[in-house]
């Protein structure tokens, strides 16, 4: 009989100590619930700025290709008046190649930062 009135008091600290401890499991998650998020929410944050600073960076290279190839063909009409030689016309190929390089490995970064993006966002990553 004694045995039968101690075993709820036994019992009690058992389910007392139970439900501490899902206490702690349940601030456990909510804490990395929450770290979780924040990460989620910077990358994002920095992809977006990184996407809009490679969109400054392809409107400026798209400006100097074009400032490029009209030295091109100014190189040309000096080349064709003979007040230039033909290492200066080769000089602004070789310009304007460089900047449409430029402008293509932005293209590039700018397809990448996409990406990033999506999978910032949760999409399709395996």
Do not use: C, H, W
Not at 36 to 51: I, K, N, Y
Not at 75 to 100: D, H, K, M, P, T
Request: aromatic share 6%; proline share 1%.
């Amino acid at each position: 009989m004694a045995g039968n009135i101690a075993q709820p008091i036994f019992q009690q600290r058992r389910l007392k100590t139970q439900v501490e401890i899902a206490k702690n499991d349940r601030d456990q998650a909510a804490i990395r619930f929450k770290q979780s998020v924040t990460v989620a929410v910077r990358e994002v944050t920095d992809a977006l700025v990184q996407l809009d600073k490679l969109r400054q960076q392809q409107t400026i290279a798209g400006a100097r290709f074009a400032t490029t190839q009209q030295a091109v063909v100014n190189a040309r009409l000096l080349f064709r008046s003979g007040l230039a030689n033909y290492l200066e016309v080769i000089n602004a190929q070789g310009s304007s190649l460089q900047a449409e390089l430029t402008q293509a490995d932005i293209k590039r970064q700018r397809l990448t930062a996409m990406v990033d993006l999506y999978r910032s966002l949760g999409g399709g990553y395996q």
